[in-house]
């Protein structure tokens, strides 16, 4: 039976990889005596092996009171957080019914630490499995809420590997079930005879259309957490069946040569 490795998780290189750093927050733009914004930008900033992206928000001022919500992308020390700054209730009934405000989040993460690069090898059969929660909304579709949410695994010129099951791009909702925001992803990949180029790396994205009739959500729309890979390598084909094919061939070789005679 084939050993299999742990490449990412516990007792791996990859054992802590996602460290407790500062958020990175899109600053909307705007503000002033009296206004409201809506802005679709972004902003990416490395935070250790991860390169976050946090894009979309509002703002409205009135009465030189100021509301803003935007969206951001944390990592706890033990879970990469996808959210906002601040609760959009109060936003949303400012701008008012017919609104919306989108969010949208990035995190990729290349495992190529000097001295532990992890690079991809023929034969193998690589299981990816990772906790979600999205309890507090952003994959649970409710009034005024338009969620998704995706998993990729990449090489390192961000072309993605295709899943033994589910393809390229992976729903994570889909994989969980309809209604069902909370749970445990597993996945697998199988490569041939080739390897892609360059490290292993991860691909998670969030987008999430808010409207002004949308629930109490709070501010965090889904975790990532427990984040293991394993590698096991394909066994070959064994002898025996090799020889008996062979053998096989030869005995129908020769039964077309008994008959030609």
């Not at 039976?1 to 990859?14: E, F, H, I, P, R």
């Not at 969010?103 to 991809?120: H, I, M, N, Q, R």
């Not at 909370?182 to 892609?196: K, Q, R």
């Amino acid at each position: 039976m084939s050993a299999q490795t742990t490449l990412v998780g516990s007792g791996s290189s990859y054992s802590d990889i996602f460290p407790s750093s500062s958020p990175v927050l899109y600053d909307v733009p705007g503000g002033g005596l009296a206004s409201i914004t809506l802005s679709n930008g972004s902003t990416t900033a490395t935070r250790g092996l991860w390169d976050l992206t946090a894009q979309g928000g509002a703002n409205a001022t009135i009465l030189l009171s100021l509301s803003e919500s935007a969206a951001q992308v944390s990592l706890t020390g033990s879970a990469l957080q996808f959210g906002i700054n601040n609760d959009n209730n109060l936003l949303l009934g400012l701008l008012g019914t017919g609104t919306s405000i989108h969010y949208a989040w990035d995190a990729v993460a290349y495992f190529d630490t000097p001295g532990s690069v992890l690079t991809y090898t023929p034969g193998t059969q690589y299981s990816v499995t990772f906790d979600v929660d999205g309890s507090n909304g952003l994959l649970s579709s409710v009034l005024g809420l338009t969620p998704s949410f995706t998993f990729e695994l990449i090489d390192g010129l961000g072309n993605t590997l295709a899943s033994d099951s589910s393809g390229t791009l992976i729903n994570i909702a889909g994989l969980l079930g309809t209604g069902v925001p909370t749970g445990t992803v597993s996945l697998d990949y199988t490569l041939g005879g080739s390897a892609p180029t360059g490290p292993m790396g991860v691909r998670f994205h969030g987008d999430a259309v808010v409207g002004a009739t949308a629930l109490s959500l709070g501010t965090n729309y889904a975790t990532i957490s427990n984040l293991d890979i394993t590698a096991t390598p394909v066994p070959e084909p064994d002898g025996s069946i090799l020889i008996a094919s062979a053998g096989l061939v030869l005995l129908l070789r020769r039964r077309r040569l008994d008959h030609a005679c």
